[in-house]
């Protein structure tokens, strides 16, 4: 029997930035999923996940992301979403790219630390102009992003505080065996492994930072196809390379198996299959209309399942192919 080991909840569902890697950048959020989750519907997930306990959720869950594209930083009743989090004993990170951390969020996590495992900010660079490349945003933000960092760094242990740098070199490559081949409107980047744009950020970070986990990735997954079709990058033909060593998708190596010990859900309160599904095609259930133990055990998820594998997953460089 599956069960639910991970759940990947979205309360808030908007962004305030992307980068020339993610899909915000070039779609934007489905207008289902804009919205902010009450706290009240928040309250109830986790209860129930709490009281599942296990049931259909294993018996040693913990963690809740709190992310799928957006800032949870942005969900208006995040410090009440922080308090039911201590009561009911669940943990969680967050993923920000700085721009919401204000130093008055930074001292609110500091007092649930508890609650907070990890900060991760999700910056592609160091040097303002090149971020603004890549995040097709004003320079000058990018000074605001550095402060954040630089007052958390003086509030938080630096073990609760990292730096993810996501982006491309030429280890990325399908021909050097890597997962991503960048198309004729990805920006335009120096891919040396040891002086281009990823190692120089990497450097820089580290110099403004040395006392914090700063590191780089660059296998970056094309969600739904939404990067290829819009000519930025596609991991497709690494997909064809590596991974296709059958006829058919047939499980998920995502972290444990998306489809099998995952559970997301979005703002708007529907139960989807993966992250990677940019666009909710492929929702189960509703947690308004259904309670979770149902829309887990449901003849929907199962069938939902099958036609991702069919569809959706065919895309995904976590697809596990056989016949």
């Not at 899909?23 to 009281?51: C, F, H, R, W």
């Not at 942005?74 to 130093?103: A, S």
């Not at 991702?308 to 065919?314: I, M, R, V, Y």
């Amino acid at each position: 029997m599956s069960q639910i080991k991970l759940i990947q909840l979205d309360p808030n569902g908007l962004c305030n930035s992307g980068c020339w890697f993610c899909p915000v950048a070039y779609s934007p959020n489905p207008e289902i999923g804009k919205k902010n989750m009450p706290l009240e519907t928040l309250i109830d997930i986790l209860i129930q996940i709490k009281n599942g306990i296990g049931d259909f959720v294993a018996s040693d869950f913990t963690f809740v992301y709190t992310a799928h594209y957006n800032e949870v930083l942005l969900y208006k009743d995040f410090e009440g979403m922080l308090k039911v989090m201590r009561d009911l004993q669940f943990r969680t990170m967050v993923l920000t790219n700085g721009i919401p951390l204000t130093p008055e969020k930074t001292d609110l996590i500091n007092n649930y630390r508890d609650v907070v495992d990890l900060i991760n900010f999700n910056v592609p660079s160091a040097n303002a102009d090149t971020w603004a490349k890549m995040t097709n945003r004003n320079p000058r933000i990018h000074d605001k992003i550095i402060n954040n960092i630089s007052y958390a760094t003086q509030v938080l242990p630096p073990q609760m505080l990292s730096i993810q740098i996501n982006g491309i070199n030429e280890s990325s490559l399908p021909e050097n065996g890597g997962w991503m081949q960048p198309l004729e409107n990805a920006p335009k980047l120096n891919l040396s492994n040891t002086d281009g744009d990823l190692a120089t950020a990497f450097n820089d970070f580290k110099r403004i930072f040395p006392n914090i986990n700063v590191f780089t990735n660059s296998g970056l997954v094309d969600r739904a196809g939404n990067l290829d079709e819009n000519r930025v990058m596609t991991n497709m033909p690494a997909i064809e390379r590596y991974n296709k060593k059958g006829s058919k998708v047939i499980g998920c190596s995502n972290m444990g198996d998306r489809t099998q010990t995952w559970l997301h859900i979005n703002a708007n309160g529907d139960v989807f299959i993966c992250c990677n599904d940019y666009n909710f095609e492929t929702v189960f259930g509703n947690v308004n209309q259904s309670s979770i133990k149902e829309i887990w055990k449901s003849d929907l998820r199962q069938k939902t399942i099958k036609h991702s594998f069919e569809n959706l997953c065919t895309t995904c460089s976590h697809a596990i192919w056989g016949d």
